[in-house]
């Protein structure tokens, strides 16, 4: 039982290029999440997915987009990237248990540098 | 604006002391409340939940709701230095999602 795997663990990518970070879960989760982690800045929800087939966007959309691949998997793409983006990405997926909680269980992150 | 705030600190305590952490948020329909703790480097992980106002102890954590003051707060009891880490508190302000809004976590750091 792996829970919340992403990959990269690290890329280093010139301003423009674009690359696709990778998450996947095996605790049957409906939602996942996308946060970017920036010093002083705590945890930003970049794209939120409830269910399978379903995205939302978060606090800071602009210049991601995702893909629910399945109930499992959940992508982050960066078509253009810029040093703006330069942060650790974390993956996360949650289900709700009896009395409403909702436990967020993450990934080990991917530290991600635009040059 | 939906808001958590935090004082980024950081927090220092004598090991075996009460470390104190404080939190404020914005909605005042806000529906449950999360603790994380994050080591450097690592992923954060829950510590605690609530969502009624009053307080909730497990083991050495307890977690404080105020609603009406729209803050919530953590004691670490008897603290040590493996408690050494940023606690991240996060507010679930979206009705029937599981969304939170993060503070921006503060730093705690136990001496010897």
Do not use: K
């Given at each position: 039982n792996a829970g919340v795997t992403q990959t990269p663990k690290f890329q280093v990518l010139k301003t423009g290029q674009s690359m696709t970070l990778q998450c996947a879960q095996d605790m049957n989760h409906n939602s996942m999440y996308w946060y970017r982690q920036d010093p002083g800045m705590g945890l930003r929800l970049i794209y939120y997915s409830a269910s399978e087939g379903t995205t939302d966007k978060g606090e800071v959309p602009n210049g991601y987009n995702v893909s629910r691949l399945n109930k499992r998997e959940f992508s982050l793409r960066l078509e253009s990237a810029a040093p703006s983006q330069t942060s650790v990405y974390f993956c996360a997926s949650s289900e709700v248990e009896a009395g409403g909680k909702d436990t967020q269980y993450f990934g080990p992150g991917t530290r991600l540098t635009v040059l | 604006q939906k808001e958590v705030e935090q004082n980024s600190g950081p927090l220092s305590v004598p090991e075996g002391a009460i470390a104190s952490l404080n939190c404020t948020y914005s909605d005042r329909g806000s529906q449950s409340f999360f603790w994380y703790r994050q080591y450097s480097g690592k992923s954060p992980e829950l510590i605690m939940f609530i969502y009624s106002n009053g307080d909730k102890e497990d083991g050495r954590f307890t977690a404080q709701l105020n609603k009406a003051s729209q803050y919530v707060s953590l004691l670490i009891r008897d603290s040590q230095p493996s408690d050494s880490a940023t606690y991240l508190c996060a507010v679930?302000?979206?009705?029937?999602?599981?969304k939170l809004i993060f503070g921006q976590g503060t730093t705690l750091q136990v001496k010897p």
């Open positions: - | 679930n302000m979206f009705y029937n999602t599981g």
